[in-house]
């Protein structure tokens, strides 16, 4: 059962904040998030473990509620090159392999 | 450059076909993946080698056909597609099998288009 993310797409301006939800149906172990710029690789941004934590780098940060089985990424004060479609993917119980969600596709716009 | 390299980057080729996916990782991981990328479809993961031996199929066609000489290489052999399979293929690697806690390095993909 893949994870459902939301919005599915969403467009700002250059400095504002996003956020995208990832959730599961499923209990989860770890949740991770990926960037996808239009022709390139999907590229890692972090992976969160059960436990509740909440990680981040620069002004791209994310909490995991293991409880509600769902993960957050904020994007704060956006910049341009935040553009792309973001994914989730969860792994679950002995799953030895990652699900991933939709993705959302973000546009900032100047 | 993620460190994983795909060949070619595109490919068109005729039902009849046969042709190779080729990709290449020099991260010294032990785990490599295919995974097919549709328009507006969630990545679908195809195969999964661990230590060059394949530990998922996820119900894949048998017209998808994988090979894994050695940790550092993984082929997807393609023979009689449908037009259905034309996609994005995306190699990935990864320290070990299994994600759960470590991230994965996908090359950029064969846009591969049956005719």
């Known amino acids: 059962q893949q994870p459902v993310q939301s919005p599915q797409a969403v467009i700002l301006r250059e400095g504002e904040d996003a956020v995208i939800n990832c959730s599961s149906s499923?209990?989860?172990?770890?949740v991770h998030w990926y960037r996808q710029k239009h022709g390139e690789a999907p590229v890692f941004l972090m992976i969160?473990?059960?436990?509740?934590e909440q990680k981040g780098h620069e002004k791209i940060s994310a909490s995991f509620n293991e409880k509600k089985q769902q993960s957050s990424l904020y994007l704060t004060a956006s910049q341009l090159s935040y553009s792309g479609t973001y994914f989730c993917g969860t792994g679950s119980g002995s799953a030895r392999q990652l699900t991933f969600g939709s993705g959302t596709q973000l546009t900032v716009l100047p | 450059e993620t460190g994983v390299t795909q060949t070619p980057r595109h490919l068109v080729m005729g039902m009849t076909n046969k042709k190779s996916l080729k990709c290449e990782q020099h991260?010294?991981?032990?785990?490599m993946y295919w995974y097919k990328q549709s328009a507006k479809k969630p990545l679908e993961l195809m195969f999964v080698?661990?230590?060059?031996?394949?530990?998922e199929n996820n119900s894949v066609p048998s017209r998808f056909s994988p090979e894994c000489p050695n940790s550092s290489h993984l082929f997807l052999h393609l023979h009689t597609l449908q037009p259905e399979d034309s996609a994005l293929y995306l190699c990935?690697?990864?320290?070990?099998?299994?994600?759960?806690?470590?991230?994965?390095?996908f090359g950029q993909g064969t846009r591969l288009t049956v005719v």
């Open positions: 499923k209990a989860l172990y770890s």
């Open positions: 969160l473990l059960k436990g509740g």
């Open positions: 990935a690697s990864s320290q070990e099998g299994g994600w759960m806690n470590t991230e994965a390095f």
């Open positions: 991260l010294g991981h032990n785990a």
């Open positions: 080698y661990n230590f060059k031996e394949q530990t």
